[in-house]
């Protein structure tokens, strides 16, 4: 009786830490969500200049030596780079 109440007891503890340990995870996964919904901002995300209203009407993309940079006085992060997206082409 007594090897029997031993064998349920460590099947007791073992569940135990287990819930435990992945109701660890999971408040970890919330604390994680918390923080990354309050970053603030990168500096320079905000834009006052809005495209056109018809800017879609042939659906082509195309860049021609466009370089790219977080925000005014960053470094460049893209270097002139060209490419061309027609319409209807799947882009991977």
Request: glycine content about 6%; overall charge neutral.
């Amino acid at each position: 009786m007594a090897l029997y109440a031993s064998f349920s007891l460590t099947k007791v503890v073992q569940y135990t830490v287990f819930f435990g340990v992945e109701y660890e995870n999971l408040m970890t996964s919330v604390e994680r969500v918390q923080e990354y919904i309050n970053l603030p901002p990168e500096p320079g995300y905000q834009l006052d200049i809005q495209p056109p209203a018809n800017w879609v009407s042939r659906g082509k993309i195309e860049f021609k030596n466009v370089s790219l940079i977080y925000y005014k006085g960053g470094s460049t992060i893209l270097r002139d780079v060209s490419f061309r997206i027609e319409p209807k082409e799947k882009v991977c």
